[in-house]
């Protein structure tokens, strides 16, 4: 086959540095929602499908670029939307997300429920802790985490 094709979504999961709860703004955080699909696309051709979160965590669906490894998708979506977050007033200028992050595979046939649960995490997580979440995540794709360095 002379052509190579790839359809590879995945669910990007991080929070920001000691879960503190910098993303209260809703207006902030849609902009930053939007600047991120920016970079993503524009920098990584990882195009996202959905991004949401609350004011100590982001998700992301999007399609992986087959031509950038993940930890360099992951890498400049953080890197950039720092940047751009701290130029946004003093009160960010601490501002850092938390060094790991979790990336999860997604079958086509459940993309849309994954969207659902990115755009319901508001309403989500009135009842549900970010560090919950993620261990429920993590044990739905069976990755065993270290709780002593999974959250910094």
């Given at each position: 086959?002379?052509?190579?094709?790839?359809?590879?979504?995945?669910?990007?999961?991080?929070?920001?540095?000691?879960?503190?709860?910098?993303?209260?703004?809703?207006?902030?955080?849609?902009?930053?929602?939007?600047?991120?699909?920016?970079?993503?696309?524009?920098?990584?051709?990882?195009?996202?499908?959905?991004?949401?979160?609350?004011?100590?965590?982001?998700?992301?669906?999007?399609?992986?670029?087959?031509?950038?490894a993940?930890?360099?998708v992951?890498?400049?979506?953080?890197?950039?939307?720092?940047?751009?977050?701290?130029?946004?007033?003093?009160?960010?200028?601490?501002?850092?997300?938390?060094?790991?992050?979790?990336?999860?595979?997604?079958?086509e046939?459940?993309?849309?429920?994954?969207?659902?649960?990115i755009?319901?995490?508001?309403e989500?997580h009135?009842?549900?802790?970010?560090?919950?979440?993620?261990?429920?995540?993590?044990?739905?794709?069976?990755?065993?985490?270290?709780?002593?360095?999974?959250?910094?």
């Open positions: 086959m002379s052509q190579s094709l790839a359809k590879v979504l995945v669910h990007i999961v991080y929070s920001t540095k000691g879960r503190r709860p910098w993303l209260k703004d809703e207006e902030i955080r849609r902009q930053l929602n939007a600047y991120k699909a920016t970079i993503l696309r524009d920098n990584v051709d990882s195009p996202a499908l959905i991004i949401g979160g609350v004011e100590d965590h982001i998700h992301a669906l999007c399609l992986l670029s087959r031509k950038f993940i930890k360099d992951i890498e400049e979506a953080k890197t950039e939307t720092t940047k751009w977050l701290k130029k946004q007033g003093p009160q960010y200028r601490d501002f850092h997300w938390q060094a790991g992050y979790g990336i999860f595979s997604v079958s046939s459940n993309s849309e429920e994954v969207k659902r649960y755009a319901n995490q508001v989500h009135k009842q549900m802790s970010f560090q919950d979440e993620f261990r429920a995540l993590c044990q739905r794709h069976g990755i065993e985490i270290d709780e002593r360095y999974v959250w910094d």
